[in-house]
């Protein structure tokens, strides 16, 4: 039942071969038994999940039905959901409970999903190896010496421990696709403005978007259908079509151009990484679709424009943790500024800390023009960049990260190399174009690697379909670690 | 001081008469208890967002074309960083590089001089919460109801050059931003506050520096607060000294302004464009939905008004002070007609206003409407009474006393006496009971004639016409 895909999972609710009740009992006993080992959930509440799980099952019994009525799924803790402990990773946020549902959250209860719990993550979204967090590292299910990648860290450990079927994520910079690469599984970053950022709490709001991970691109579809959609309350939401993210996912390959650009495939890469992308490219030319070259000149000034453009967001988005109204205050204090001192000091780690610095820094009057609207000027010249390749291409391919999963600590002291983990995927944030990271293969370690594709903007059901038509070729996604054997 | 100039520029805060605040559904209304109005937009729970409310824009919308500003196609929203208790979210939510109003000038009136003060800009931003210091045992309350409340910022050139003229420009932008329906105006509960730039030259000099007086929410206050800064400055300079560059605050208890910060410690407020809103994009079909909903404007009535009824200058600006004023005049002038528009132009300033003073009333609950007044000014015109006797039918009005001045007439039975026989009946026994007066006149004393006329309207009991009292006494004094 624990492999199973989500479509199944559904099937067999709905042929009430067993109750949410008995589905949700299920996973939050391999959460009991797996997560000290983990750390993948910071908040599990059996009493809540199975609340939701028995209401899922008196509204199946009046009749109502639907792909994902009692399902059971784990959020990332970064999701405010209405009486859940809503921590973002944080010592500021350690002691805050919600009182109001994200959007996301809001839909999956509408929808009938059943909360596991909240998911361990970097502090608020902030780095790549889910190291940052206050409540803990995540252990990486294929090799517990290893990082999950960050992030969505804990929500990619506990879909490759098989602790949840599928979970939310949010990727800024990569944080829903490195992870699923690191993991080995599948996660999808939506176009910007596709999924409703209210009540996700914001990193860089710019680059920001909600996001599913799951088993396959099909259970990623499903969950897509569920998250998307226009919300008023986020300005940011786009106003279109309401969308069926399945529609695609039987169309054929024959014809599908993909796009290689020169600047993925160059130096920075593990051979393994190489090998097991370029035999992934090899399955797809076998399936029908050709592979051009593309170039994005500017990718390599993303991580540069990134590190400006995130921390200069975030170092405002994170001045409403001030020990005030919510979150942690200092036990003492002096005056005013001293509150904010001591609170912030003591509520935030130091990877927080850096980006505040860095941000505060960058929309300094005298630094402005030269940092924060130079990354700006990048940023247009990289999402020309895509539009430019997407005139002889229909998607673009290459790894999700430059490495397999990295040993816990590893990068953690050098904050340039944690950030070039991120590499290839922070482009997409800045072009604010949908991307998505699927299980190709393996290292000689035996640790997964991850197929990056990037589709133009609102291109998810096309490269939903390109997913599952390899995933329906090969069974990389199928492989699991030794702890969820 | 007169080697001295004066140079001012105001920066006002007009609150934006909205249901509700401009990034969140809260309502915006005054006086709730504390925290009451503050949604979790307003407090800034973590992951809320905020989202324009489009009647602030149209507010913004409605000045600029007021004010023959330019408004802005795109515009765009910044955050402007700084860390206070009753700023929830750490940065206010304003508008920076691109405001939505740009340009746009005013016509003052100092005395009988007219002067244009030209706008420099008007952007749209949000109001912080209000920190209460008293009844904590020496704690700070923090009451976020006016967290988010819109407020439109309007800045003028530095134009003004002395205390008067800048009080002649609040009162006219408090009077239009009521006129346009955007601004409530009410200045205790701060929904029009002021800020004042000063800074002092010789003639023909470059500018001096300047000190910024903040939050000045009465035109007393105002004024005050610029002489004693303008005195302070002058003295100051004379005295050997050099201005600083500097935020000041006026206490109205002492009069006189004292320094809150220095340039030096001046926050840098690290702008940007808030990612969280969308550019404000406002097309010209939008711009034309929002005039053809606007009402006339105070100065091109003013200049109808003196056209079309001949009306002075003074009188005409008078009546188009508020709305509330010139739509009563119109009203009163539609009813009794053009020919009598100056009669209910004095009506209007003089009896009407005078009493509304004495009542505390506002032209909008006059006792007496438009049309009840076009009534006793009618009557007046037709000689059916006398202006007297319309005061008294006017304060009948006022006091409930009948629907209309034609019932009062009837039912006190004022109409006035023309009938030239029972007139001169009147004038020959006051001629005959007074002689001592007749003497007087016949002897060159002017004021017996007025003891005579005022004989006969006694007798009339105020109600004998008085041009005809006049030509008969006059008649049989001389013959």
Redesign the interface.
Same mark, same amino acid.
């Given at each position: 039942m624990i492999h199973s895909s989500l479509k199944e999972l559904s099937a067999a609710l709905a042929a009430r071969k067993l109750s949410a009740v008995e589905l949700a009992s299920l996973y939050l006993d391999r959460i009991d038994a797996l997560n000290p080992t983990l750390n993948a959930f910071i908040t599990v509440d059996r009493d809540k999940t199975l609340a939701m799980a028995r209401d899922a099952d008196a509204r199946r019994a009046k009749g109502e039905s639907g792909p994902l009525l009692g399902v059971p799924l784990a959020h990332k803790d970064i999701f405010c959901a209405e009486g859940w402990t809503t921590t973002c990773g944080s010592k500021m946020l350690a002691n805050f409970v919600a009182p109001y549902d994200a959007c996301v959250v809001e839909r999956f209860k509408a929808a009938g999903a059943v909360t596991l719990g909240k998911c361990n993550m970097d502090e608020f979204a902030m780095g790549s190896s889910n190291e940052t967090s206050f409540f803990g590292a995540v252990k990486n299910p294929w090799d517990t010496a290893r990082v999950p990648g960050g992030s969505s860290g804990g929500s990619a450990a506990a879909i490759a421990a098989r602790l949840a079927p599928a979970a939310t994520g949010t990727d800024t910079g990569g944080s829903i696709r490195q992870p699923a690469a690191l993991c080995g599984f599948t996660g999808l970053k939506p176009t910007y403005g596709v999924v409703s950022r209210y009540g996700m709490i914001a990193f860089a709001s710019s680059l920001d978007q909600g996001g599913p991970m799951a088993k396959s691109a099909e259970d990623c579809a499903l969950l897509l259908n569920a998250m998307a959609g226009f919300d008023a309350r986020d300005s940011t939401s786009l106003e279109r079509a309401v969308e069926d993210y399945t529609r695609a996912l039987d169309k054929p390959l024959a014809g599908l151009r993909i796009g290689l650009p020169k600047e993925f495939f160059g130096a920075g890469m593990d051979a393994d990484v190489r090998s097991a992308v370029e035999a992934a490219l090899a399955e797809y030319r076998k399936l029908g679709a050709a592979t051009v070259e593309v170039s994005l000149p500017n990718s390599g000034l993303s991580v540069p424009a990134y590190y400006v453009i995130a921390p200069a967001e975030a170092s405002s988005n994170l001045s409403r943790f001030d020990g005030v109204r919510y979150g942690h205050r200092a036990a003492a204090y002096g005056d005013l500024n001293d509150l904010y001192c001591k609170s912030r000091a003591e509520g935030f780690g130091a990877e927080v800390k850096r980006r505040i610095l860095v941000g505060t820094y960058v929309l300094s009057h005298g630094y402005y023009d030269a940092y924060y609207l130079q990354a700006q000027k990048i940023r247009r010249l990289i999402a020309a960049d895509f539009a430019a390749a997407y005139e002889t291409c229909d998607v673009i391919m290459g790894p999700t990260s430059p490495s397999t999963a990295f040993r816990l600590g590893e990068k953690a002291a050098d904050p340039v190399q944690m950030y070039l983990s991120d590499i290839y995927t922070i482009a997409v944030n800045l072009a604010g174009l949908p991307g998505m990271s699927i299980p190709c293969g393996f290292d000689r370690g035996g640790l997964p690697v991850g197929l990056q594709l990037i589709g133009g903007w609102f291109d998810e059901a096309r490269m939903l379909g390109i997913a599952h038509q390899y995933q329906l070729a090969t069974d990389w996604h199928q492989r699991r670690p030794a702890l969820a054997a | 001081m007169s080697q001295w100039e004066v140079v001012i520029g105001l920066e006002t805060h007009a609150q934006l008469k909205t249901q509700s605040k401009i990034f969140s559904g809260a309502a915006t209304a005054f006086g709730a208890a504390p925290n009451a109005q503050a949604c +979790?937009v307003d &407090? +800034? !729970? *973590? $992951? %809320? =967002? *905020? %989202?324009?409310n489009r009647e602030a824009a149209v507010c913004a919308i409605k000045f600029g074309l007021a004010v023959g500003g330019s408004i802005a196609p795109r515009s765009v929203f910044a @955050?402007k960083?700084y #860390?206070y208790?009753d700023l *929830?979210? $750490? /940065?206010q939510i304003s508008q920076f590089e691109t405001p939505v109003v740009a340009g746009g000038a005013l016509v003052i009136r100092v005395g009988d001089a007219e002067k244009t003060v030209h706008l420099t800009r008007a952007h749209l931003e949000e109001d912080a919460g209000k920190s209460l210091h008293e009844d904590f045992d020496g704690r700070t309350g &923090?009451d976020l109801n006016r967290a988010g409340t819109p407020l439109l910022e309007i800045v003028t050139e530095p134009d003004m050059r002395s205390s008067e003229e800048a009080v002649a420009y609040a009162k006219a932008l408090h009077a239009l931003v009521q006129w346009i329906g955007i601004c409530d105006g009410n200045m205790q509960e701060g929904s029009f506050r002021c800020d004042a730039n000063v800074s002092v030259r010789r003639p023909g000099a470059p500018l001096g520096t300047r000190r910024e007086i903040k939050n000045l929410n009465s035109f007393r206050f105002l004024q005050q607060a610029i002489d004693y800064e303008i005195k302070w400055q002058i003295e100051t300079i004379e005295d050997g000294g050099k201005i600083q560059q500097a935020t000041v605050l006026f206490d109205p208890d002492t009069g006189e302004t004292r320094a809150m910060r220095s340039k030096e410690d001046a926050h840098?407020y @690290? /702008? #940007?464009p808030d990612?969280? !809103? =969308?550019p404000l994009e406002i097309k010209a079909d939008w711009i034309a939905e929002v005039k053809r909903g606007m009402p006339e404007l105070p100065a091109a009535m003013k200049a109808r008004f003196e056209r079309d009824f001949g009306l002075s200058p003074y009188d005409a600006a008078a009546l188009t002070a508020t709305l509330a004023t010139a739509r009563y005049f119109e009203s009163c002038v539609a009813a009794a007609g053009a020919a009598n528009a100056k009669s209910c132009a004095n009506w209007v300033m003089g009896e009407v206003a005078a009493r509304l003073n004495k009542d505390g009333l506002d032209i909008a609950a006059a006792p007496v409407s438009a049309a009840q007044l076009a009534g006793v000014v009618t009557r007046i015109a037709d000689n059916t009474i006398s202006h007297k006797i319309g005061r008294d039918v006017f304060d009948a009005l006022w006091a409930g006393a009948g629907a209309d001045a034609d019932a009062v007439i009837a039912a006190k039975g004022l109409r006035q006496i023309t009938d030239s026989g029972a007139i001169e009946a009147m004038v020959d026994a006051v001629l005959a009971a007074n002689p001592k007066s007749v003497e007087e006149f016949r002897a060159g004393k002017d004021k017996a004639f007025n003891a005579l006329v005022g004989q006969v309207m006694k007798a009339a009991k105020g109600k004998a016409n008085p041009q005809q009292v006049n030509d008969l006494l006059k008649k049989k004094l001389a013959g």
């Open positions: - | +979790a &407090i +800034a !729970l *973590p $992951g %809320v =967002l *905020p %989202v324009l @955050r960083n #860390f208790p *929830p979210k $750490g /940065y &923090i840098d @690290r /702008y #940007f990612p969280d !809103l =969308l």
